[in-house]
Structure formats: C-alpha cells, structure tokens
C-alpha cells in the first residue's frame, strides 16, 4: 500500500487544500457546503442538493469543475424530458450507412442535474442507473462513463407543484443530501459589495480560474481516501448508530447495510478533504445527517407529530458510546 506521506500524496493534498479555498474565495459563506461537495467527490458518490434558488448551487459545480480541469454540462429538467435527452441516441448517417452515437450531456465528468424532481419517474431512473454503474446502455450497447463520473442534483424544498418527488429507494442512489442554505449575513454583504462594483456573483471568468487538478489528480485522491485509517471502535460506532435506526419507535424504514458503507467511506473522505490521514467520531457525526437522513423513513405517526428526521438521529446518537 503505497504511504499517504510519500511526496506525491503531499502534494496532492496540497493542491486539495489549495481548491477548497479557491471555491471558497469564489463561492462566499458555504464552505461547509464545499466541503461535503469535495467529500462527496473524493467518498465516489454522487449529491443531492437541496436548498432554495439563489444560492449558488450551479455556480459550486461548475467552479469545482474548472479548478478540477474536468468537464462540466448542466442539464435543466422538465416535465417534457426524455432518457434519450440524457443518455444520447444513436441517429443513422446516409452517406455512410451507418449508425453514429450522439452523445448526451451524461458524458461527461461533473454533471449538474437541476431540479431533477421535475421529470417524471422514466427519465429520473435513466439517469440514476448511470448513476449506480457508472455507464450507459444505449440501443443496447453498453458505454463507460468518466472514471470520476458525479452527479450533483438540486432540488428546491418549497415547491411541490409539478415536481415529482424521488421515492426513498432513488434517494439511497445519492451519497448525500446536502442541505444548502443562505449565506451568513456578513457574506451576503461581501456578495452585495461585489455587485455595486460591477462584478456579477454568478459568473466566473475561466481565464480567471487556474486549475489546481486534473482527472489522474482527482483518481489519486479517491485512492488516498481507500488508505485513511479507521480505528476499529470507529467502525463498531458507525454500525451500532445505524443497526439503531432500524428498531427505533418513530423509524418506519431504517438505513441498510449500504447507508453503513456509505457513512464510512464519507467519513474518510471528509478526514481527508479537512487534511487528515485517520478518521474522529466527530468526522462520523459531521457526515451522519447528510448520509442517512434520506435513508431513514418515519413513521406516520411521528410525521405527524412534528418530530424530524435530524431530531431523532441526534437522539440516536446521543444513546450510543462515543469511542476514544
């Protein structure tokens, strides 16, 4: 196994350390955000992303994107969109009596799936197989997507009009869900500021952006992240807190024994994105809610008591030994 202090691995961090503050400086008041972006990046899962407009989720892909040297395609869906609109299509060129793949915006490395509850079930679950292999059938063939393929999908929480809402068993294909929210009030200044003095927010001049690292660079890191250390009582600790969300009284449906790899391996991803070589608890309990809170299902009777999901995985946790 090749050491996480060898020159290369160092500079690889570097530079990882280097596009976490270049987002940042980018993107005002998320960084917490960023950080659970590059985790899901790093863990090789994809994100959903959930928060109202106006907060700078399609600015944080394509800026990762950029300073990553990957590509990046947005896709806006609607009610009207088809798989094929996703996927490609094979179309019939004449002259030469063959059939050409035209590739989707699925090819790609970052895709941005925007509003991804406003199509309907057939063209969610075209992109969530891709999602889960990591290629796409076409007219029967099979193609390979990037090997650092990621989708981050948004969806807004206040509207429900028109939107068909991703059952729990799509919702477990995301690593996370990341709860996106508005920026602290001293940010919002420094994004008012920019604009009185002509800069527009949402708009990154590429000239201006230097990429930090490219494909291999990214590949090397998800490597990295297979060799952080984990203490075998942090691995008892993950399992304990989500074998409990499968008996607890106001869980209906608890997490499976993929929300517990899923867990792990975002804890490692984010001990490595905060610089770290080894996994805490408290890398556990930060990656925790994002992980499993779209994996768990209440029951009717808590939904209608007004108990949340975050309320009872806090008290979950509270219930179980904090290893040291």
């Not at 994809?46 to 994107?65: D, F, I, N, Q, Y």
């Not at 990553?68 to 060129?93: A, E, H, N, W």
């Not at 099979?142 to 807004?156: D, E, G, K, M």
């Not at 590949?219 to 984990?230: E, S």
Request: aromatic share 4%.
């Amino acid at each position: 196994m090749t050491e996480l202090h060898s020159a290369d691995h160092i500079a690889a961090l570097d530079r990882l350390q280097s596009v976490r503050q270049r987002i940042a400086d980018v993107i005002r008041g998320q960084s917490d955000v960023i950080d659970l972006m590059l985790t899901v990046l790093l863990a090789r899962g994809h994100g959903l992303l959930e928060g109202v407009p106006g907060t700078a989720k399609t600015l944080s892909v394509r800026v990762m994107a950029m300073l990553l040297s990957s590509r990046f395609k947005r896709v806006q869906f609607t009610p009207d969109l088809m798989p094929s609109d996703i996927l490609g299509t094979t179309i019939f060129t004449p002259g030469t009596n063959e059939f050409h793949l035209h590739h989707g915006p699925i090819f790609t490395d970052l895709l941005l799936a925007d509003e991804i509850n406003r199509s309907p079930a057939k063209t969610q679950a075209a992109l969530l197989e891709a999602m889960a292999e990591r290629h796409a059938t076409i007219d029967g063939v099979r193609h390979l997507l990037s090997p650092i393929f990621t989708v981050f999908a948004t969806q807004n929480p206040v509207e429900f009009e028109g939107t068909y809402p991703l059952p729990e068993a799509q919702q477990d294909r995301f690593l996370m869900k990341i709860r996106v929210g508005y920026p602290p009030v001293d940010a919002e200044q420094e994004i008012l500021k920019a604009v009185h003095e002509g800069r527009a927010p949402d708009q990154v001049n590429t000239d201006s952006v230097t990429p930090l690292l490219d494909v291999d660079g990214v590949i090397g890191l998800q490597h990295t992240v297979d060799q952080v250390r984990v203490d075998p009582a942090i691995l008892d600790y993950i399992l304990r807190i989500v074998c409990s969300t499968r008996s607890h009284e106001s869980i209906q449906l608890g997490g499976g024994p993929r929300a517990s790899i899923a867990v792990l391996t975002s804890a490692k991803a984010w001990a490595l994105v905060q610089g770290r070589d080894f996994v805490t608890p408290d890398d556990v309990l930060r990656v925790l809610n994002p992980v499993l809170e779209h994996r768990i299902m209440l029951t009717a009777d808590a939904e209608i008591s007004g108990t949340d999901k975050t309320a009872v995985l806090s008290e979950l946790v509270s219930r179980q030994e904090i290893p040291r």
